[in-house]
């Protein structure tokens, strides 16, 4: 499969994985022409860690409610690193982060927003060590999603 971020392969994967996970938001892999979210910060010596249903052949628990299965790095075709960001009603650039029961979950960053703190959407906290806000907002308040791709090492 073409690892290119404009190849119908990777095009067409990356389209199935926002249907699957709702959200394209972090480090993925592509094995087989899937993408599969990476799970934890590395890759480790026997493979990568990626999400998994509880279901899946050599799955294990990472903590509760979460399952993950290692595939070994030679099935690794590419890593990316997807961000979704969309434009709220009330003017911010948000970025998604992973679907809600009432919506989405987003982060509102200074960089992607010039004028400093007029349009943080109501409700959103601020994360001090990271200098952003993050909160929830619905579907219906978002235009012009966006999902960009970013090549990694593998």
């Known amino acids: 499969m073409a690892d290119a971020p404009d190849s119908p392969e990777f095009l067409a994967a990356q389209r199935r994985a926002a ?3 709702g959200v394209l938001f972090g480090m993925y892999v592509l094995v087989d022409g899937e993408f599969l979210r990476q799970a934890g910060a590395a890759w480790r010596p026997e493979g990568v860690h990626v999400a998994a249903s509880a279901g899946s052949p050599g799955a294990t628990a990472h903590y509760p409610g979460f399952w993950t299965i290692v595939v070994p790095h030679d099935h690794v075709a590419a890593a990316v690193r997807f961000t979704t960001t969309a434009r709220h009603r009330g ?3 948000l970025e998604l982060t992973a ?3 009432d919506g989405v979950r987003a982060i509102w960053w200074r960089g992607l927003n010039d004028d400093a703190g007029e349009t943080i ?3 959103f906290r601020w994360e001090k060590n990271d200098d952003y806000y993050y909160g929830t907002v619905g579907w ?3 235009d ?3 999902v960009s791709a970013e090549l ?3």
Do not use: T
């Open 91 to 93: 003017g911010a650039v």
């Open 19 to 21: 249907l699957r996970d």
């Open 144 to 146: 012009d999603m966006a």
């Open 99 to 101: 679907p809600a029961s």
């Open 140 to 142: 219906a308040e978002l």
């Open 121 to 123: 959407p109501a409700g």
């Open 152 to 154: 990694r090492p593998r």
